[in-house]
């Protein structure tokens, strides 16, 4: 079972950046399609950011042309590029695939206010 341990959150003020890290304990099982998720206080888990093995990429509408996935070449290390960030944007930040079938890490948390 691949476990992930994310990092790179933290606090920053409305129109900045960050850089989240998801660091894999070894390679994605081939087929698997990686992505960032949020969780805001009293709300679902949301994906909003997805990248498949051949490297097709997803984003919610709430983030598109302000977040950037990606991955490096062995598939065992995610990044997801955080600019323009908003009060909205405000979550702890997960990685797992889409379907969510690997165990969750303890995320990271960004906090988005002035």
């Known amino acids: 079972q691949v476990h992930f341990v994310e990092s790179g959150g933290g606090l920053v003020q409305p129109g900045g950046s960050l850089r989240l890290t998801c660091a894999a304990s070894?390679?994605?099982?081939?087929?698997?399609?990686m992505g960032w998720y949020r969780q805001a206080p009293g709300k679902q888990r949301e994906l909003v950011a997805s990248i498949s093995r051949l490297g097709r990429i997803e984003y919610v509408d709430s983030v598109k042309g302000r977040f950037t996935i990606s991955r490096n070449v062995n598939n065992n290390t995610f990044w997801l590029q955080m600019d323009s960030l908003k009060p909205g944007d405000t979550a702890v930040y997960y990685c797992?695939?889409?379907?969510?079938?690997?165990?969750w890490g303890q995320g990271t948390q960004v906090t988005v206010s002035s």
């Open positions: 797992n695939s889409p379907e969510g079938v690997f165990d």
């Open positions: 070894g390679p994605i099982p081939a087929g698997y399609a």
